[in-house]
């Protein structure tokens, strides 16, 4: 592509970012209104441009938005004076060092990873669906939604459902970090091994199938235990249902969506060794909305 | 400020805030409002992760990435001056959480061996697949690349600002973000070739004839 007869893609992308000076663009452009070639590597490099700008970027994973939330909670915690969920960021000075990739590498160093196994601040789950980015919820589905989540779900009630339920513990409420007061508890879930017991959530999370091959924990793990019989009573049968297919118990349920539908998530161990669970999705009649696969729990 | 809102006032806080400019509630963060903060979190975390997913390859990575500019951006509002957009300053900060990320260690590559296991016992969806397939070749060519070459195509051809507004993020001249870009596609060309010989051949004429144009 380069020498005397032809131009390299370079010269070319500076040519369409009009970086040449006049002069070279002109030679430029009279070589290629009779050289292919270089008009086939002018439109490749059209074509990144459009491949990239194709490329789609998805919404942050609920996870990673909690995530976010539980930290900026425990820097208010300690903004505060209460010295308590203080997550360590990199210092301001490193990160916005000027021109920072054209510097010497920095000796490692790793933020403090976050803390995840102690009681943690008030999660802000109310922001979810408020609007619309997190959870997409179509109209038909809203009031169903709504009626679901327990975002103030008493402490003593989550006890009641957690006993119940042999998994996990967690409450969460409308508190956001302004309210110290309060400190409801997060306790991370542990996959439960019992054959009887299963965890059920209510995350109202819009699953993509690229979700659901990837790590679960993170949709599953921090969302509200719900106790609803009217509605968990059909979803038991079905649960039971898939259950039976499948050949043994599952660990967790999360009811929410898939693509947009209504839909439960049920959730089997694969092989728990390896970290491995199978994934099976079902619609609100029980039906099967998505081939059965593996993912990945942590 | 603001006008008042239009809503009933038990509508509230929320619709009170969607009004309220990124500048003022900055200005109230740094006042003291504990929810301030947060609504800028909420209308700006899917393009400070889609920057940070893009820009670092990695998922996990991208998530610590996005947590410590937010942190540190809750810490250091007062730093912000006001000559520029609150986006661009917020931008600026993920920018370069994710550039110090990279300098501090290679990223680990994206895939793992699980999935690659679940994906082939599994057929999904072809057209799923098929994006997930080039969202991933994007990926992995991006890495490629040099990092300040790589910051600059995230912000200009996958996120779609001007070059003004990525050189202001960047805080380099305009000049330098195009010659980033420029250098950038041009490697990406026989990187991701394969991709575009598969899915697309109709768009030649036509695209050459806007690089032309554009040029």
């Given at each position: 592509m380069?020498?005397?007869?032809?131009?390299?893609?370079?010269?070319?992308a500076?040519?369409?970012?009009g970086?040449?000076?006049?002069?070279?663009?002109m030679?430029?452009?009279?070589?290629l209104a009779?050289?292919?070639?270089?008009?086939?590597?002018l439109?490749?490099?059209?074509?990144?441009?459009?491949?990239?700008?194709?490329?789609?970027?998805?919404?942050?994973?609920?996870?990673?938005?909690?995530?976010?939330?539980r930290?900026?909670?425990?820097?208010?915690?300690?903004?505060?004076?209460?010295?308590?969920?203080?997550?360590e960021?990199?210092?301001?000075?490193?990160m916005?060092r000027?021109?920072?990739?054209e510097?010497?590498?920095?000796?490692?160093?790793?933020?403090?990873?976050e803390?995840?196994?102690?009681?943690?601040?008030?999660?802000r789950?109310?922001?979810?669906?408020d609007?619309?980015?997190?959870?997409?919820?179509?109209?038909?589905?809203?009031?169903?939604?709504?009626?679901?989540?327990?975002?103030?779900?008493?402490?003593?009630a989550?006890g009641?459902?957690?006993?119940?339920?042999?998994?996990?513990?967690?409450?969460?409420?409308?508190?956001?970090?302004?309210?110290p007061?309060?400190?409801?508890?997060?306790?991370?879930?542990?996959?439960?091994?019992?054959?009887?017991d299963?965890?059920?959530?209510?995350?109202?999370?819009n699953?993509?199938d690229?979700?659901?091959?990837?790590?679960?924990?993170?949709?599953?793990?921090?969302?509200l235990?719900?106790?609803d019989?009217?509605?968990?009573?059909?979803?038991?049968?079905?649960?039971?249902?898939?259950?039976?297919?499948?050949?043994?118990?599952?660990?967790?349920?999360?009811?929410?969506?898939?693509n947009?539908?209504?839909?439960?998530?049920?959730?089997?161990?694969?092989?728990?060794?390896?970290?491995?669970?199978?994934?099976?999705?079902?619609?609100?009649?029980?039906?099967?909305?998505?081939?059965?696969?593996l993912?990945?729990?942590? | 400020?603001?006008?008042?809102?239009e809503?009933?006032p038990?509508?509230?806080?929320?619709?009170?805030?969607?009004?309220?400019?990124?500048?003022?509630?900055?200005?109230?963060h740094i006042?003291?409002?504990?929810?301030?903060?947060?609504?800028?979190?909420?209308?700006?975390?899917?393009?400070?992760?889609?920057?940070?997913?893009r820009?670092?390859?990695?998922?996990?990575?991208?998530?610590?990435?996005?947590?410590?500019?937010?942190?540190?951006?809750?810490?250091?509002?007062?730093?912000?001056?006001?000559?520029?957009?609150?986006?661009?300053?917020?931008?600026r900060?993920?920018?370069?959480?994710?550039?110090?990320?990279?300098?501090?260690k290679?990223?680990?590559?994206?895939?793992?061996?699980?999935?690659v296991?679940?994906?082939?016992?599994?057929?999904?969806?072809?057209?799923?697949?098929?994006e997930?397939e080039?969202?991933?070749?994007?990926?992995?060519?991006?890495?490629?690349?040099?990092?300040?070459?790589?910051?600059?195509?995230?912000?200009?051809?996958?996120?779609?600002?001007?070059?003004?507004?990525?050189?202001?993020?960047?805080?380099?001249?305009?000049?330098?973000?195009?010659?980033?870009?420029?250098?950038?596609?041009?490697?990406?060309?026989?990187?991701?070739?394969?991709?575009?010989?598969?899915?697309?051949?109709?768009?030649?004429?036509?695209?050459?004839?806007?690089?032309?144009?554009?040029?």
């Amino acid at each position: 592509m380069t020498g005397d007869t032809h131009y390299d893609l370079e010269i070319l992308a500076e040519l369409a970012e009009g970086l040449l000076d006049a002069a070279t663009a002109m030679r430029v452009r009279e070589h290629l209104a009779i050289c292919d070639p270089c008009g086939e590597s002018l439109a490749d490099l059209a074509a990144v441009r459009e491949l990239l700008a194709a490329t789609s970027t998805p919404a942050m994973p609920m996870g990673v938005a909690l995530r976010i939330d539980r930290a900026l909670a425990a820097e208010a915690e300690n903004f505060r004076g209460g010295g308590i969920g203080l997550v360590e960021a990199p210092a301001w000075d490193d990160m916005m060092r000027d021109a920072p990739w054209e510097t010497a590498p920095l000796p490692q160093e790793e933020p403090a990873p976050e803390p995840e196994t102690r009681p943690e601040p008030a999660v802000r789950l109310g922001v979810v669906g408020d609007d619309g980015t997190v959870t997409p919820v179509t109209p038909s589905r809203r009031r169903t939604a709504a009626r679901r989540r327990r975002w103030a779900m008493p402490a003593a009630a989550a006890g009641i459902a957690a006993a119940v339920i042999g998994a996990t513990v967690v409450t969460t409420s409308m508190l956001s970090a302004a309210d110290p007061e309060r400190e409801p508890v997060i306790a991370r879930p542990a996959p439960a091994t019992s054959t009887a017991d299963y965890q059920l959530t209510a995350s109202n999370w819009n699953y993509t199938d690229q979700e659901l091959r990837g790590s679960l924990l993170d949709y599953i793990g921090p969302g509200l235990i719900v106790k609803d019989s009217s509605d968990t009573s059909e979803l038991a049968r079905c649960v039971q249902q898939v259950s039976e297919k499948v050949g043994k118990a599952p660990f967790a349920v999360d009811q929410g969506f898939y693509n947009g539908q209504e839909a439960n998530i049920v959730l089997f161990w694969h092989n728990e060794a390896k970290n491995q669970v199978r994934v099976h999705v079902v619609g609100p009649s029980c039906e099967t909305v998505r081939k059965p696969a593996l993912a990945s729990w942590r | 400020m603001n006008s008042p809102p239009e809503t009933p006032p038990t509508a509230g806080r929320q619709a009170a805030r969607t009004d309220v400019s990124d500048a003022d509630l900055l200005t109230r963060h740094i006042a003291g409002d504990p929810h301030a903060f947060s609504e800028i979190v909420k209308r700006h975390r899917d393009r400070m992760w889609a920057v940070a997913l893009r820009t670092l390859g990695d998922p996990d990575e991208a998530a610590d990435a996005v947590q410590d500019a937010f942190v540190s951006a809750y810490r250091k509002a007062e730093s912000f001056r006001g000559e520029a957009a609150v986006t661009t300053w917020l931008h600026r900060i993920v920018v370069n959480a994710c550039l110090d990320r990279m300098r501090r260690k290679a990223v680990r590559p994206v895939a793992d061996d699980e999935l690659v296991e679940a994906a082939e016992r599994d057929t999904p969806v072809p057209d799923q697949t098929a994006e997930r397939e080039v969202s991933m070749e994007v990926s992995s060519a991006l890495k490629l690349l040099p990092a300040d070459q790589r910051a600059a195509l995230v912000l200009v051809d996958m996120m779609g600002y001007s070059v003004e507004d990525a050189a202001r993020v960047l805080q380099v001249p305009s000049g330098t973000v195009k010659s980033r870009c420029a250098r950038g596609r041009a490697k990406l060309v026989p990187i991701l070739s394969h991709l575009r010989n598969r899915s697309d051949r109709s768009r030649v004429s036509s695209a050459k004839g806007a690089e032309l144009r554009d040029g």
